[in-house]
Nanobody, 125 residues
Framework: VRLVESGGGLVQAGGSLKLSCAAS????????MAWFRQAPGKEREFVTF????????YYADSVKGRFTISTDNPKNTIFLQMDNLNPEDTAVYYC???????????????????WGQGTQVTVSS
């Protein structure tokens, strides 16, 4: 599975961006997809995941109410709509795919085998 992110860029605080992640193929074992982010000097952190078959979602507290994950199933694509951005959201954003079927584990890096190359999001104050 090859994942390619797009849509990053520079935006002012309070603005919006929409990221996309296209998967080259999907196997029957793909259960969920997620977005993580990594700010300079910090560890990669969980942002949100979506379960492919049901549309069930989960968000980190830091983005709840501001970010929305969604899918375009026929196109094997997921999106991350980011609204009311603030400088603390500045990071490289990665999408990832997992076959793990435990929601608690889906919030962790180790659940994901396939990763995209990342797209930079910069929020200016």
């Amino acid at each position: 599975v090859r994942l390619v992110e797009s849509g990053g860029g520079l935006v002012q605080a309070g603005g919006s961006l929409k990221l996309s992640c296209a998967a080259s193929e999907f196997t029957s074992s793909t259960y969920a997809m997620a977005w993580f982010r990594q700010a300079p000097g910090k560890e990669r952190e969980f942002v949100t995941f979506i379960i492919w078959s049901t549309g069930t979602t989960y968000y980190a507290d830091s983005v709840k109410g501001r970010f929305t994950i969604s899918t375009d199933n026929p196109k094997n694509t997921i999106f991350l709509q980011m609204d009311n951005l603030n400088p603390e959201d500045t990071a490289v954003y990665y999408c990832a795919a997992s076959s793990v079927r435990t929601d608690l584990l889906l919030r962790t890096l180790k659940a994901y085998v396939y990763w995209g190359q990342g797209t930079q999001v910069t929020v200016s104050s």
